[in-house]
């Protein structure tokens, strides 16, 4: 009973999906919309994406970049610019969730030993809202992005172009609250060697090894070589399937935990939606009086709905009622601020969160309320010069 409630609570998104399919199938019955609307292109490009940066992430490869770029830099609003605009800039390309699995515990540590504890809340709220806007960028930097891209027909210049003027306005206004933070500007830290995962595994004598198993060097080499097929099925040079098909064969023969660490809660929950979208989608009343309240509206419905259950399943569900996806992209990666829930990558940070939750949660609110409607007021300026 115990294991299905800490089950219940960690996976409560992939249940409601799980859920909404199979009522929505019972009672509207299957239809050419429920198996068409499942879009296995988005379901194995995010499943190669994330064996790559599980791999990456084993051997350390993230935060080591952020060990080199304290070890240049000096001073307060130095250290806190590193710490909050490394999981911005990585978000871009790592993924949302990644940046901040990585870069929020790395932040602990450094506070740490700075001795500036009396920071760590306010840090991990912006390096939260970093993540989360940094992702909006490009395709690959959160799962709703990578979907919309794959049915909105956008190119990549058109996505980055859409999202160009919000990503640049957030990183403004990112540096600013940097800026705002006391602190006494003589900050100087210097951090340990800690061994990768990878490394601890090797120094453990009772483990076997794996005689495939490949060197540090040579894990770079290919893990990047990964990531530069998925950029290719990305922008759609090459097809999926073959990038999912290399990328499970490799790991299959030379990591398979790599194949364990998958997040398939989120696959299963693109899936649930999915089928649950395709369900409505055979309700032509239904689609049709949903799609006349989107007409205009899609922006702020998509920031509406993320608040309540999210920002992915809010661009699975209203994607599937109107062809103005762009808009839809807009909203639901603004929609990501505000509450705790509205990007469920947050629930990272607030988990890494030791005492002072309340106060947590308070200022991660207004601060991220207060970056939401500066970036609805770019969006209303944007739209008066039809931009």
Known sequence: MTSIKAFLKKEIVLVVAVFLAVVSTIACGPSVYTYSSIDLNTLLLLFSLMCVMQAFSKIGFFENCGKKLLGIVKGDKGLLLVLVLLPFFFGMFITNDVALITFVPFAIIVLKMAGKENLLIKVIVLQTIAANLGSMMLPMGNPQNLYLYNISGLTLGDFVITMLPYTIAALVLLVI??????????????????????????????????????????????????????????????????????????????????????????????????????????????????????????????????????????ALLLSGFTENHRAILIGVNLGGLGTLIASMASLISWKQVEKDKGKYLLTFTWMGLMFLAVLLALNYLLGLFGA
């Open 177 to 314: 609250c940097v800026f705002c933070i006391k602190g006494n500007g003589k900050t100087e830290v210097k951090i340990a060697h800690e061994p990768s995962v990878e490394e601890k595994a090797d120094e453990n004598p009772n483990k076997k090894a794996n005689p495939l198993a490949l060197s540090k060097s040579s894990s770079y080499i290919a893990f990047t070589m990964l990531f530069a097929i998925c950029l290719l099925a990305v922008l759609k040079m090459i097809p999926v399937s073959g990038v999912f098909a290399i990328t499970l064969v490799f790991f299959l023969i030379f990591d398979r935990q790599i194949l364990l660490k998958v997040d398939y809660s989120l696959l299963l929950t693109f899936v649930g939606f999915f089928v649950f979208v395709g369900n409505l989608k055979g309700l032509e009343s239904f689609s049709s009086f949903l799609g006349s309240i989107l007409e205009g509206n899609e922006i702020l419905l998509s920031v509406g709905l993320s608040q309540i259950i999210s920002n992915v399943p809010a």
